[in-house]
């Protein structure tokens, strides 16, 4: 089972970038996904989840309003659109996958390898 995170790169501050997870080895069609990121010399922070229905979302402050998570189940992929991306944007970041639960429960125990986002000035 394999999260695979790509759309990561360098952008100005501003810009946007639209960031794809997709799983392969077992669905998570009817499980919670979510994002996370970690910045150079910080711990891991959450950034976003969505229920597997998508009725569901979530954000931390500090995205609220310029990023948004969206899924596509029928390609078992989760994405994150970022907007208006800002210097403090700068992380790895990580998708995962709580194979209990289709609702979100900050409980993931499936990750991707991360990708690394860059807002330059």
């Known amino acids: 089972v394999q999260l695979q995170a790509s759309g990561g790169g360098t952008v100005e501050t501003g810009g946007s970038l639209r960031l794809s997870c997709t799983a392969s080895?077992?669905?998570?069609?009817?499980?919670?996904m979510g994002w996370f990121r970690q910045a150079p010399g910080k711990g891991s922070e959450f950034v976003s989840s969505?229920?597997?229905?998508?009725?569901?979302?979530s954000y931390a402050d500090s995205v609220k309003g310029r990023f948004t998570i969206s899924r596509d189940n029928a390609k078992n992929a989760v994405y994150l659109q970022m907007n208006s991306l800002k210097l403090e944007d700068t992380a790895v970041y990580y998708c995962?996958?709580?194979?209990?639960?289709?609702?979100?429960?900050?409980?993931?125990?499936?990750w991707g390898q991360g990708t690394q986002v860059t807002v330059s000035s």
């Open positions: 969505i229920s597997w229905d998508a009725a569901s979302t």
């Open positions: 995962a996958a709580d194979s209990g639960s289709g609702y979100w429960r900050n409980e993931c125990d499936y």
């Open positions: 080895g077992r669905t998570f069609s009817l499980n919670a």
